[in-house]
């Protein structure tokens, strides 16, 4: 089997910092997800990737940046941290065809 | 994008009766449907999952249920038990080409003892 594993596990960041959050997976997928997770609201996509290099945009974009460097790993950068954006981003990845997404155990992000 | 609502929020139910969540979606086209379970810290885990050719699909104590023409589909885990305490989420994805999936908000069920 294999695993998806997203550093750091929580990240501390002030209001209007840039951070960054990575994500690797070794199930040699090519799709890869960011999710962010709000209490009471779901999971939202924010970027998903379905090759290399490619990028689409989720319903959550804005106020968000991704690069998908290479097939085995895909960063999420929030550009400017905001106090209300405080939540757990989860990673994902599947391979792309109606099958199961597994997920990353996620990045709790704090904006102090 | 697609728009999956999940219901019940929260659900609290006794060991040993059922629990059964609620979803419904908007775009006909979508295709496949799994259900997540995601336990305090953990990541969410595919528990069962459901495609549109198949109307019942039962896994152990996990039943899901699919009604294409009213657009819902449901999840019942019989005779419950306190491992079953968790958040569980809904989902639904078109699957064609690349693979987008909208989630509903969760369901937290609490199995008493």
């Known amino acids: 089997g294999g695993i998806i594993t997203q550093t750091p596990k929580f990240l501390i960041g002030q209001e209007g910092q840039k951070l960054t959050l990575k994500c690797q997976q070794n199930?040699?997928?090519?799709?890869m997800y960011w999710y962010r997770q709000d209490s009471g609201k779901g999971l939202r996509l924010i970027y998903y990737?379905?090759?290399?290099?490619?990028?689409q945009k989720g319903d959550l974009s804005e106020g968000y940046d991704a690069s998908r460097e290479k097939k085995s790993s895909f960063s999420l950068t929030v550009t400017s941290a905001q106090k209300n954006e405080m939540a757990v981003f989860l990673c994902?990845?599947?391979?792309?065809?109606?099958?199961?997404?597994?997920f990353g155990k996620g990045t709790r992000l704090t904006v102090v | 994008g697609e728009q999956v609502e999940q219901l019940p929020s929260i659900l609290r139910v006794q060991e040993g009766s059922s629990a059964s969540i609620n979803c419904s979606y908007e775009?006909?086209?979508?295709?496949?449907f799994p259900w997540y379970k995601q336990e305090p810290g953990e990541n969410p885990k595919l528990i069962i999952d459901?495609?549109?050719?198949?109307e019942r699909k039962q896994i152990q104590e996990l039943i899901v249920l699919l009604d294409k023409k009213a657009k819902r589909f449901s999840l019942h885990i019989t005779d419950t038990q306190p491992g079953d305490s968790a958040m569980y989420f809904c989902?639904?994805?078109?699957?064609?080409?690349?693979?987008?999936?909208?989630f509903g908000k969760g369901t937290s069920l609490t199995v008493i003892p």
């Open positions: 199930f040699n997928h090519d799709t």
């Open positions: 990737s379905i090759t290399e290099n490619d990028l």
């Open positions: 989902a639904a994805s078109e699957g064609t080409g690349y693979q987008n999936f909208y």
């Open positions: 775009d006909s086209a979508s295709n496949y």
């Open positions: 994902a990845s599947s391979t792309g065809q109606n099958t199961e997404v597994f």
């Open positions: 459901i495609r549109s050719n198949m």
